[in-house]
């Protein structure tokens, strides 16, 4: 209940369910970019809620060339 009213106090922040067009990407870019299941799900939720950017910690998503999103460690956007 507290993680969830600290995301939706953030400025353009939403809790998007999972849905079918989810996982369906989901595993697409999991196979294709041999992603872990949790950052496959939460990629492809912001590809397809249109979002700009996808905002992490981990290094190696940002080697990840995807169209239409820019992928940011968290340091650099800082």
Do not use: C, W
Not at 5 to 14: A, H, Q, R, V, Y
Not at 20 to 27: D, E, H, Q, R, T
Not at 69 to 76: F, H, S, T, V, Y
């Amino acid at each position: 209940m507290v993680f969830e009213e600290f995301i939706n106090s953030l400025p353009n922040t939403k809790i998007q369910p999972v849905d079918y067009n989810v996982a369906k990407l989901a595993a697409s870019l999991r196979g294709e970019y041999n992603l872990r299941t949790p950052d496959s799900i939460i990629l492809s939720t912001a590809l397809i809620t249109h979002s700009e950017a996808f905002i992490t910690n981990d290094i190696f998503l940002k080697k990840l060339e995807i169209k239409n999103i820019k992928i940011l460690i968290l340091d650099e956007y800082l």
